[in-house]
């Protein structure tokens, strides 16, 4: 897989100044901060594609890796975390204008010169819209050089469904099909339930469940997946029914990375570093790689 590998060409452990410039609750656990260097020529030079990621510094607490999710296509730095941890909860608690520090861009994409021309199918888990979400934007965005576009999100119940107003965009285009599925219905149903309010009126089942409601071509065809661990093999069940290669199986490891630039080994898996080799890889690759998924 030939993609974009970590750019070093600045100093990779000194965090670039930014603010947030706006924040938007996206659920009742998610928000989408978008991000603004503070000094012209960082901006400039602060270029990404789909799929790399930034450490982001909440100043006196500490640093974490974040995919970014915005497409490089819209010239806008954004991120779409959850509050799980101490940086997390603190950047929750933070407001328009406060300052953090940025590093990166890290790692490699999901844009691969093997993707042009070639139907894409795009399978997105809970929070792993967040990181495909730039990938989706960036084909949008490029749709010319792109056969069919199809795109299968899941998450589990409707109150967790995220960039709604995006979505409802990707549901009205008519030169991709969109489709979304929730585990159960409403918060309180059980699984594969229906919502008993009757709100909501989606497809309610694992996002698997979509494949075989739509016709997708198995000959020139790249699948993509972003979920929980749990989700892969399963998707992949239903490339390999597509007779869609392993090469040609595209995935993001979700690892623990700290450094971000393959030094400190938080997120090495045999002789892998994800950081540093990844985060995207081929199933092909994957497949050699002891418990990556």
């Given amino acids: 897989m030939d993609n974009k590998k970590i750019d070093t060409k600045t100093n990779s452990w000194k965090p670039m100044t930014a603010r947030l ?13 978008s991000i603004e260097l503070e000094n012209p020529n960082e901006k400039k030079q602060f270029t990404w594609m789909p799929g790399q990621f930034l450490e982001l510094s909440v100043f006196g607490i500490g640093e974490a890796p974040f995919s970014i999710s915005s497409s490089p296509t819209s010239g806008t730095l954004e991120i779409c975390v959850r509050a799980t941890g101490s940086i997390t909860n603190a950047l ?15 790692g490699n994409s999901f844009v691969v010169p093997e993707a042009k021309g ?9 929070i792993g819209l967040v990181p495909l ?8 965005d490029k749709r010319e050089e792109f056969k069919e576009v199809f795109i299968f999100y899941g998450t589990r119940d409707p109150t967790q469904i995220l960039f709604q107003d995006e979505i409802e965009q990707w549901q009205k285009r008519n030169d991709i099909q969109f489709m979304l599925t929730v585990d159960r219905g409403s918060p309180d149903a059980g699984f594969g ?10 497809n309610v089942g694992v996002v698997t469940t979509l494949f075989s409601k739509i016709d997708i071509p198995s000959k020139n065809t790249m699948g993509f997946i972003v979920g929980p661990p749990v989700m892969f093999k399963f998707v ?13 199986i595209i995935v993001s490891l979700e690892r623990v990375m700290h450094c ?12 892998i570093l994800v950081c540093r080799d990844g985060p995207i890889f081929t199933y092909e690759q994957v497949q050699s790689m002891p418990d990556a998924i």
């Avoid at 979400?133 to 949008?140: A, E, F």
């Avoid at 339930?193 to 989606?202: I, M, N, V, W």
């Fill in 21 to 33: 410039s706006k924040i938007v609750p996206q659920s009742s656990f998610e928000k989408l901060y």
């Fill in 133 to 140: 979400r730039s990938m989706i934007n960036y084909v949008l």
């Fill in 118 to 126: 070639k139907n894409l199918v795009l399978v997105a888990g809970g």
């Fill in 92 to 106: 929750e608690k933070m407001k328009e204008g406060e300052k953090v520090g940025i590093r990166g861009p890290f």
């Fill in 236 to 248: 992949v069940k239903e490339f390999e029914k597509l007779q869609i290669k392993p090469s040609n």
């Fill in 260 to 271: 971000g630039i393959g030094k400190c080994a938080h997120c090495q898996i045999g002789d």
């Fill in 193 to 202: 339930e229906p919502d008993p309010s009757g709100k909501y009126q989606g």
